[in-house]
């Protein structure tokens, strides 16, 4: 999926100094998702089960409960029951790239179907779906050069070399970078960062302090490297 969304847009895709300018921006748009995930997590528990994501992903067109399955397995923490809020979003983002999406079911259907004006009947803003969607895949395939869908550390130390580390900080301060940047990433310590892992950290990268101009300011300055 990832290595056809590569081809896709080669040459198309914004550089990664565009894309972390923009974290503000996606910031703001995943913000507007997970307000809108908060109303299908009836328990109010603070995290969407099974039972629960079945709905929402029924109200973004997808009707295959099996996929739903599918999807809820693959980005769940082995041995829990439910998702996290991240982890939700995560797997929209998933379902995003294996264009699972179709109409939403909306009271005000625009003629964008990415873009969705009402879920379950309670407008809540203007979400472009797509945006927010596009730039964190967008984003991993700035690392993952080859788009296989893992990055490897070889990967990761090549970026920085494409940014000039080499030069500013030396080699050793390079293989450095690369690791703790490898290790952050790389949640089961398997040796590559899968795209589930990377979307994980890249909702990291991008979460601001709305109330907070010089965090808002130091988040895209420094991230995520």
Not at 130 to 151: C, M, N
Not at 153 to 170: L, P, Q, T, V
């Amino acid at each position: 999926m990832l290595r056809q969304k590569k081809i896709e847009t080669d040459g198309k895709r914004p550089s990664w100094e565009a894309i972390v300018l923009k974290f503000p921006v996606i910031d703001k748009q995943f913000r507007r998702i997970e307000k809108i995930m908060r109303t299908y997590d009836v328990d109010k528990n603070q995290c969407i089960d099974f039972s629960e994501l079945v709905p929402l992903l029924n109200d973004l067109g997808v009707q295959d409960n099996d996929e739903i399955h599918t999807l809820f397995e693959s980005c769940k923490t082995a041995g829990s029951s439910s998702l996290s809020f991240s982890q939700v979003l995560v797997c929209l983002t998933i379902g995003y790239v294996l264009k699972l999406f179709g109409e939403p079911h909306t009271e005000e259907n625009s003629d964008n179907p990415s873009t969705n004006k009402r879920i379950r009947g309670s407008r809540v803003e203007e979400v472009n779906f797509q945006a927010a969607f596009d730039y964190a895949v967008y984003a991993f395939l700035e690392f993952d050069r080859d788009g296989s869908g893992e990055i490897e550390h070889a990967e990761i130390a090549a970026k920085f070399r494409s940014k000039g580390y080499k030069h500013r900080s030396g080699i050793k301060r390079l293989k450095s970078l690369a690791t703790t940047r490898m290790q952050q990433l790389d949640a089961d310590k398997n040796g590559s960062v899968s795209f589930n892992e990377f979307l994980t950290g890249f909702m990291t990268w991008i979460r601001t302090d709305d109330n907070d101009e010089e965090d808002d300011a130091q988040a895209v300055s420094s991230v995520p490297y």
